[in-house]
């Protein structure tokens, strides 16, 4: 009788506790805690912290969506991030993408479209409001598959020291600057100094001449007359010693706030580089980039965030409203004060605070005025292979002193087997 008893009670406690666990597991299952969105990016110092901030922000002025970020130190570490986690299908929710690469990802099958939920949470106003040339790389066949966050437009800087001293003007155009190079190579003084690559500005004179390297309609017209010239102009400069290459220093302020140059090409986001390392004595400005051939433009660096795959409705609904966010007024003034990058929306740079602003901080005047003829490069599926042989097609007239017809027409064939390999 004991023994049934005691078999009784074990019984009763087993169905209290498979009870109690299946009910957790159901309350678990349909709680109602903030969906959880997951989001890698490369931004680091002071960068990483400025986001954190806003990611604070958003995450304490609702309850339904949680950010969780995490930087990963570099684009490459980054890139090679989301390429090892989509074979192991570990991907984050959301992540900061640069705009070429987005038709070899959605190629790849690793981002969402989001273009419903875009036309669903921005107003037509909002939209709008993205700069043209940013707004051009946004969408991949029509499609919306990224939202802008940090961009950077490309800018002259130059030594307002070395410009009072010898009476110049500040050059605008490619000639002008050319003169000048001219004017103080006799006294040691090197008129341009551009990366350790000049990729950006070949492209921005080719552009200039009339000619997209790429053009929308994925045809490559790399070694044309109008981009042979281009690229004849930098090396001309090169080979007469009146420009160099920033070599194993990588960025041309390294030898422009040591006084040794006249003028150097930058990403706006070069600003706060130059403010924190050139001597106090040391007085500088920027430009728009000098025209060439009677126009003058710069080619946009862009980075936005999209959405990858394996990310819910939820996910989605909350990874866009969390990019709206970003993508405002409000924070765009904010991040351009934080990073030196420009607002991505034109209501955020014609705001009373960002103009105060520039008020303050003139050499970011030019950055936004360069959004006035600004241009993206045309992404692709093989983009990157591309521009690596770009690079190395610039490094060849660099280091072998190679001809600019040379290396164009042999980079114009390889262009055109990626372009056929990846239709």
């Not at 009784?8 to 109690?20: F, H, I, K, N």
């Not at 995490?70 to 984050?92: C, R, V, W």
């Not at 390392?277 to 003058?296: E, Q």
């Not at 990310?311 to 924070?331: H, R």
Request: aromatic share 10%.
């Amino acid at each position: 009788m004991k023994r049934r008893w005691l078999l009784g009670v074990t019984t009763a406690l087993m169905v209290l506790l498979l009870t109690a666990c299946s009910s957790g597991s159901s309350a678990q299952k349909t709680s109602k805690g903030p969906v959880t969105i997951t989001f890698w990016h490369r931004m680091t110092g002071n960068y990483n912290k400025a986001l954190e901030g806003y990611i604070k922000t958003f995450n304490s002025s609702q309850k339904q969506y949680k950010i969780v970020a995490t930087s990963q130190g570099s684009y490459d570490n980054l890139q090679k991030k989301y390429l090892a986690s989509a074979k192991s299908k570990t991907l984050p929710t959301i992540g900061q993408v640069t705009d070429t690469i987005i038709p070899e990802y959605v190629h790849d099958g690793m981002l969402v479209n989001i273009d419903k939920q875009v036309k669903a949470q921005f107003s037509a106003a909002e939209l709008k409001s993205i700069y043209p040339g940013i707004a051009t790389n946004l969408k991949y066949h029509g499609d919306y598959y990224q939202i802008p966050f940090a961009t950077g437009t490309r800018l002259m800087f130059y030594n307002k020291d070395i410009l009072d001293k010898y009476h110049l003007t500040v050059p605008k155009t490619w000639e002008e600057l050319t003169k000048i190079g001219q004017q103080l190579k006799g006294d040691g003084i090197t008129g341009v100094a551009f990366n350790r690559s000049y990729d950006f500005e070949f492209e921005t004179l080719a552009y200039d001449a009339g000619n997209r390297l790429i053009t929308p309609q994925y045809k490559a017209k790399i070694d044309t007359p109008a981009s042979i010239k281009a690229m004849t102009a930098i090396t001309s400069m090169l080979r007469d010693k009146t420009a160099v290459t920033a070599g194993l220093d990588n960025y041309f302020n390294v030898p422009f706030v040591q006084g040794k140059i006249f003028a150097g090409f930058g990403s706006s986001a070069t600003i706060q580089q130059i403010a924190s390392t050139a001597p106090k004595s040391m007085h500088w400005g920027t430009a728009v980039m000098p025209s060439f051939d009677g126009k003058s433009s710069s080619v946009l660096g862009n980075n936005g965030i999209s959405v990858f795959k394996g990310a819910s409705a939820d996910q989605i609904k909350g990874a866009v409203k969390f990019m709206k966010f970003l993508m405002s007024a409000k924070i765009q003034t904010q991040w351009a004060k934080a990073s030196g990058y420009v607002p991505v929306v034109s209501t955020a740079t014609k705001s009373s605070d960002y103009q105060a602003y520039l008020k303050a901080n003139p050499n970011y005047q030019a950055a936004v005025d360069a959004y006035d003829n600004a241009f993206s490069s045309t992404p692709f599926i093989g983009y990157n292979t591309y521009r690596n042989n770009l690079l190395d097609a610039v490094d060849q007239t660099v280091s072998e002193k190679a001809e600019p017809k040379t290396v164009l027409s042999k980079l114009q064939k390889q262009t055109e087997t990626i372009l056929k390999d990846n239709r």
